[in-house]
């Protein structure tokens, strides 16, 4: 426990890439852990400052109560749990495949949920107490993310500026960019590359960064205004699916294909992108998002053809897991850090204004996010504000 953070919310925005949607069979819920400790009182004496104001004796988290592609259902918890978790934190459309126990079969329900976080430091550890003071402001890719508080190891943390949710994006969403493009992209000056959902929270960083490497850029997005963002940013042909065939769009304008895709959409999205690629063009999966709803998590796709494809244009298929490219992590996580203080990385959020119920404010509105992302009405990455309970002095 010596090498250990304790984190809180601190009135700033949890942001939201991916997820699941309602519906009455979903299965993560706010559970509120009452008279409970935020920290085991057994490991109390390793935190400095434990018996601070800004330590309260309950908080609240998600919890996910049974296995569902589903993600609505707001469940209650009677506090046997223990310990509290979580800041601020980023939905990410694998939170649906882990909470439908897809990535983890071994995780049995309840667990909690949430992959990424920033917050200030309310609690340290002792040895934690050599990098980091209390007011600090931390930034970390973990688990349990979707709470008020959390226990972080010091390891796993990542000190930023400030806790502002433009940070929070870079987590997940700008490193699986930064990291697919730069490992598996093998991009070159010149090429052109297609990037599905790139008006998104991960899809806006594949766009500069390809734009950055000297690349024509193509983007699909679902309107006009999400059209008029990607060319803001930098990508050469907004594609507005609505209202145009991406097919016969690609076909008539890049007869010669493109060279590398980064794919995040499935099903009949992946097969134009197949059908698009150039020779020696390269295809990263990074997710197929619009399966990730059914029962399966798996979009159809014809893939009957698929070897007589990639043979016939010397083309290849490459997935990515984020989890498998950590040692790249903190580079990644620091040049985007640098790029943005710099004015040269875009970070658009997306707070829900413009939402039917207004701005996502509580952890309660991480469904009515989730649900906004999947009808495809957010520019950039869904952010929440996640609000603390009152803080008490009793432990």
Same mark, same amino acid.
């Given at each position: 426990?010596?090498?250990?953070?304790?984190?809180?919310?601190?009135?700033?925005?949890?942001?939201?890439?991916?997820?699941?949607?309602?519906?009455?069979?979903?299965?993560?819920?706010?559970?509120?852990?009452?008279?409970?400790?935020?920290?085991?009182?057994?490991?109390?004496?390793?935190?400095?400052?434990?018996?601070?104001?800004?330590?309260?004796?309950?908080?609240?988290?998600?919890?996910?109560?049974?296995?569902?592609?589903?993600?609505?259902?707001?469940?209650?918890?009677?506090?046997?749990?223990?310990?509290?978790?979580?800041?601020?934190?980023?939905?990410?459309?694998?939170?649906?495949?882990?909470?439908?126990?897809?990535?983890?079969?071994?995780?049995?329900?309840?667990?909690?949920?949430?992959?990424?976080?920033?917050?200030?430091?309310?609690?340290?550890?002792?040895?934690?107490?050599?990098?980091?003071?209390?007011?600090?402001?931390?930034?970390?890719?973990?688990?349990?993310?979707?709470?008020?508080?959390?226990?972080?190891?010091?390891?796993?943390?990542?000190?930023?500026?400030?806790?502002?949710?433009?940070?929070?994006?870079?987590?997940?969403?700008?490193?699986?960019?930064?990291?697919?493009?730069?490992?598996?992209?093998?991009?070159?000056?010149?090429?052109?590359?297609?990037?599905?959902?790139?008006?998104?929270?991960?899809?806006?960083?594949?766009?500069?960064?390809?734009?950055?490497?000297?690349?024509?850029?193509?983007?699909?997005?679902?309107?006009?205004?999400?059209?008029?963002?990607?060319?803001?940013?930098?990508?050469?042909?907004?594609?507005?699916?609505?209202?145009?065939?991406?097919?016969?769009?690609?076909?008539?304008?890049?007869?010669? !294909?493109?060279? +590398?895709?980064? /794919? @995040? *959409?499935?099903?009949? #999205?992946?097969?134009?992108?197949?059908?698009?690629?150039?020779? %020696?063009?390269?295809?990263?999966?990074?997710?197929?998002?619009?399966?990730?709803?059914?029962?399966?998590?798996?979009?159809?796709?014809?893939?009957?053809?698929?070897?007589?494809?990639?043979?016939?244009?010397?083309?290849?298929?490459?997935?990515?897991?984020?989890?498998?490219?950590?040692?790249?992590?903190?580079?990644?996580?620091?040049?985007?850090?640098?790029?943005?203080?710099?004015?040269?990385?875009?970070?658009?959020?997306?707070?829900?204004?413009?939402?039917?119920? !207004?701005?996502? +404010?509580?952890? /309660? @509105? *991480?469904?009515?996010? #989730?649900?906004?992302?999947?009808?495809?009405?957010?520019?950039? %990455?869904?952010?929440?504000?996640?609000?603390?309970?009152?803080?008490?002095?009793?432990?």
């Amino acid at each position: 426990m010596s090498s250990l953070l304790l984190v809180r919310n601190v009135r700033r925005a949890i942001s939201v890439l991916g997820g699941g949607s309602g519906g009455t069979n979903a299965l993560s819920g706010v559970r509120p852990v009452a008279r409970r400790f935020v920290i085991d009182m057994s490991y109390s004496a390793h935190f400095m400052d434990f018996k601070g104001s800004s330590i309260p004796s309950s908080m609240k988290k998600l919890v996910v109560n049974k296995l569902s592609p589903n993600f609505r259902l707001a469940s209650r918890g009677d506090g046997d749990d223990g310990a509290g978790d979580a800041v601020f934190a980023g939905v990410n459309a694998s939170d649906i495949n882990y909470s439908a126990g897809r990535y983890d079969p071994s995780v049995k329900p309840p667990f909690d949920i949430g992959f990424e976080g920033i917050g200030e430091v309310v609690g340290l550890g002792l040895s934690a107490s050599s990098r980091y003071t209390v007011g600090d402001a931390v930034a970390y890719f973990g688990s349990g993310a979707f709470a008020e508080y959390t226990v972080v190891p010091a390891k796993e943390s990542v000190p930023i500026p400030a806790v502002r949710p433009e940070f929070l994006t870079l987590l997940v969403s700008g490193a699986t960019a930064y990291i697919a493009l730069k490992r598996l992209g093998d991009l070159a000056k010149g090429e052109t590359v297609l990037v599905t959902a790139a008006a998104g929270g991960t899809g806006q960083f594949a766009v500069q960064f390809a734009k950055q490497a000297g690349c024509h850029v193509i983007g699909t997005c679902s309107s006009d205004e999400k059209a008029g963002f990607l060319k803001s940013i930098g990508c050469d042909r907004p594609i507005n699916y609505t209202t145009e065939d991406l097919a016969k769009t690609l076909k008539k304008e890049y007869p010669q !294909g493109v060279d +590398v895709v980064y /794919e @995040s *959409v499935g099903g009949s #999205v992946l097969e134009v992108a197949v059908n698009s690629l150039a020779n %020696k063009g390269r295809l990263i999966v990074i997710g197929f998002i619009s399966g990730y709803q059914t029962a399966s998590g798996i979009p159809d796709f014809r893939g009957s053809t698929l070897p007589v494809k990639l043979l016939q244009k010397s083309a290849s298929i490459r997935g990515f897991m984020l989890l498998h490219f950590v040692s790249d992590y903190r580079e990644a996580l620091g040049s985007m850090m640098q790029m943005f203080a710099q004015g040269k990385l875009v970070c658009e959020v997306d707070h829900g204004d413009l939402a039917q119920e !207004g701005r996502f +404010v509580g952890l /309660e @509105s *991480v469904f009515r996010a #989730v649900d906004y992302m999947y009808a495809g009405k957010n520019l950039g %990455k869904v952010v929440v504000e996640v609000f603390p309970p009152p803080v008490s002095n009793k432990l």
